[in-house]
């Protein structure tokens, strides 16, 4: 994994749909698409998890956004929709 711009100022609520992203939104792009570069450099969001084939461009630094370099952007989103924003059930004896 590789981190490509400045993450101190980032903040992400949630993950969504991609005609509902916006700049607190976790994106990620396909590593089959053939337009990645276009994606990032017009998405909404300020982090993006993409494949190798995406360059942080001049374009993406001016926009403040953070890439984050892996082999598998699906199975990254995954694991990270996982930990962080499925809401885990407690086990109990109810009374």
């Known amino acids: 994994m590789k981190v490509y711009g400045e993450t101190d100022n980032i903040v992400i609520h949630h993950l969504c749909d991609p005609q509902n992203v916006d700049e607190f939104t ?4 396909s590593e089959k698409r053939i337009d990645k ?3 990032a450099e017009s ?3 300020s982090a993006i998890i993409v494949s190798k084939d995406v360059i942080y461009s001049n374009k993406l630094k001016e926009q403040g956004k953070v890439l984050i370099v892996v082999s598998n952007p699906r ?6 929709g996982n930990h962080f924003f499925v809401e885990k ?3 109990g004896i109810h009374p």
């Open 26 to 29: 976790l994106d990620w792009i």
């Open 75 to 80: 199975m990254a989103l995954a694991k990270i």
């Open 43 to 45: 998405s909404k969001a």
């Open 89 to 91: 059930q407690t086990a």
């Open 37 to 39: 570069q276009v994606i």
